[in-house]
């Protein structure tokens, strides 16, 4: 069975950066897509980024260029690059991996999720 495991986050001063990671083990498809959504209390999941197999990536528009996604083939861990951080971008982030390349911000198309990180943004 897939198991993703996600590290990195932690409590950041507003500007500060963070790089979060997910380590994949058990069977993944180099043909699956995988993403990093976000989710607070009373809030819908949120899509932030994902990259397909072609290695094409898509971003919430909401992000503005401070978060980039990335994909380490040979060590299969996915990373978010996340700079200039608001309090806004506080929430748990969860990394996934799925099958359909036409939805990479819809958590409806992803199968297999890790526990989640927690970001933590303050002024």
């Known amino acids: 069975q897939v198991h993703l495991v996600e590290s990195g986050g932690d409590s950041v001063q507003a500007g500060g950066s963070l790089r979060l990671s997910c380590a994949a083990s058990?069977?993944?498809?180099?043909?699956?897509?995988m993403g990093w959504f976000r989710q607070t209390a009373g809030k819908e999941r949120e899509g932030v980024a994902g990259?397909?197999?072609?290695?094409?990536?898509t971003y919430a528009d909401s992000l503005k260029g401070r978060f980039t996604i990335s994909h380490d083939n040979a060590k299969n861990i996915l990373y978010l690059q996340m700079n200039d951080l608001a309090p806004e971008d506080t929430a748990m982030y969860y990394c996934?991996?799925?099958?359909?390349?036409?939805?990479?911000?819809?958590?409806?198309?992803?199968?297999?999720w890790g526990q989640g990180t927690q970001v933590t943004v303050s002024s």
């Open positions: 058990g069977y993944v498809s180099s043909s699956w897509v």
């Open positions: 996934a991996t799925g099958y359909y390349d036409d939805f990479l911000l819809d958590s409806g198309a992803y199968a297999y």
């Open positions: 990259i397909d197999s072609d290695g094409k990536t």
